[in-house]
């Protein structure tokens, strides 16, 4: 199994070597030998395939930087999600701290956020481990696509800039429409699995709320 730094510097990368991939072709698309064009060794090569991933990161992280401020910290995600989930729980007032109707910047978020992990806990075992791994999984994949649409719309904005510099040609034109393919794939993709958590986490909630996915008593453990 691949382990934790690696699995997340790959997540982070793809991102950046995205960017890079895409802005560097259309450079060379020009004429241009700028760096890589030029004759190198085996070895200096290969050091510069090393530092390209390792910007790459870098790049990839501050992607994903950008993504969590534009739509989370700077924009009512978060209570645009609230309402959608309030709209799907049978008995929202069942969540104490949180007013229907009334959603605070964030609060309520991470009012539902604590109410979910505490269920969490108090479910079996088997359950448990189901949802934990669901759930990782459809978080990881919505924030890896919603960095992966921050690096397409740089990478447009990259093209457009060497075109408007050097002006078009046909191989420019064609990575324009690429990126706007994967754009427009990655943005549906988003949008799918964000609104597949909202529902997975909204009848997880109902659930719970019904004593199906509770511990029995025999597995509480009792605090004398």
């Known amino acids: 199994m691949m382990n934790f730094e690696t699995k997340y510097l790959i997540r982070w990368g793809i991102p950046g070597w995205v960017f890079i991939v895409f802005s560097y072709v259309c450079y060379l698309s020009y004429g241009n030998n700028l760096f890589l064009g030029n004759e190198f060794t085996v070895t200096q090569l290969l050091g510069i395939m090393i530092s390209l991933g390792f910007v790459g990161i870098v790049l990839g992280y501050l992607m994903h930087q950008m993504y969590f401020s534009v739509n989370w910290i700077f924009s009512k995600q978060s209570s645009k999600i609230m309402e959608k989930l309030f709209d799907i729980i049978e008995h929202p007032e069942g969540i104490k701290g949180i007013e229907k109707n009334r959603f ?17 806990i108090l479910s079996d075992k088997d359950h448990r481990d189901y949802v934990s791994e669901r759930y990782r999984y459809m978080l990881s994949t919505i924030h890896g696509l919603g960095a992966l649409l921050v690096s397409i719309v740089l990478s447009i904005i990259t093209v457009c800039i060497l075109i408007y510099i050097y002006g078009h040609n046909l191989f420019t034109v064609l990575i324009i429409l690429l990126l706007l393919y994967l754009g427009y794939s990655v943005w549906k993709g988003f949008g799918y699995y964000s609104e597949n958590l909202i529902y997975f986490q909204a009848n997880f909630v109902n659930a719970f709320h019904n004593n199906e996915l509770q511990k029995p008593i025999k597995d509480y453990i009792e605090i004398k």
């Open 104 to 120: 605070d910047h964030h609060k309520a978020y991470f009012m539902f956020e604590f109410h979910w992990q505490k269920q969490l």
